[in-house]
């Protein structure tokens, strides 16, 4: 059965900020044929680009990246925000959509040169969350083999901000 997964996603009017109209997943999380739906087209696009790794940026990429990862049988890696990493880690700052400065970092021994890295997220904004990690995982010896989201808000331009660092293979389940 296919569902919309448009129909599983919910519109919260100015949040975080006056103004911003947030898209919370927590419905298609909680909906079994649509978190299932989601993921499994997820993977089908991933099993092209023979991804060694996934890599999920904090926090909702956790949520992504992990039943991901584990339906493609490969590695995840979390992008965890400044300071949470127990050992030796390789950082990259951004900016948030809301003018917030960022840092995320991966633990140094996380990727190994030349491993094929596919980063999820639920939802692609300004991309900034996007090109640090991909600048950790280059940092690291790693190869961006493409990028994937459950949601892009293609009025941000998030996606020509990330292929201004080079074109990777890239899939949005949803547009807004």
């Given amino acids: 059965m296919t569902v919309d997964l448009h129909n599983y996603v919910a519109t919260v ?6 103004g911003v109209s947030f898209r919370d997943i927590s419905p298609l999380m909680g909906n079994g044929v649509a978190y299932h739906q989601a993921i499994d087209a997820i993977a089908t696009f991933a099993k092209d680009l023979n991804v060694d790794l ?11 990246g992990s039943p ?19 050992r030796e880690a390789v950082s990259a ?11 995320l970092e991966i633990h140094k021994d996380a990727i190994q040169p ?20 991909r600048e950790i995982i280059e940092k690291l010896g ?7 989201f459950i949601i892009e808000l293609t009025e941000l331009h998030g996606r ?4 201004a660092s ?8 949803m547009t807004y």
């Fill in 142 to 148: 790693g190869v961006v083999a493409g990028v994937a």
């Fill in 166 to 173: 080079g074109d990777v293979p890239f899939l949005a389940l």
């Fill in 114 to 133: 030349g491993q094929r890295v596919l980063i999820v997220d639920d939802l692609l904004a300004t991309g900034g969350t996007i090109n640090a990690t």
């Fill in 93 to 103: 700052s951004y900016s948030l959509e809301y003018g917030k400065e960022n840092v």
């Fill in 13 to 18: 009017e100015n949040f975080p900020e006056p």
């Fill in 54 to 64: 996934i890599a999920g940026p904090e926090s909702r990429g956790f949520i992504v």
């Fill in 68 to 86: 991901l990862a584990y339906a493609l049988n490969v590695g995840f890696v979390p992008a965890r925000k400044g300071g949470k990493l127990p």
């Fill in 160 to 163: 020509e901000k990330i292929m």
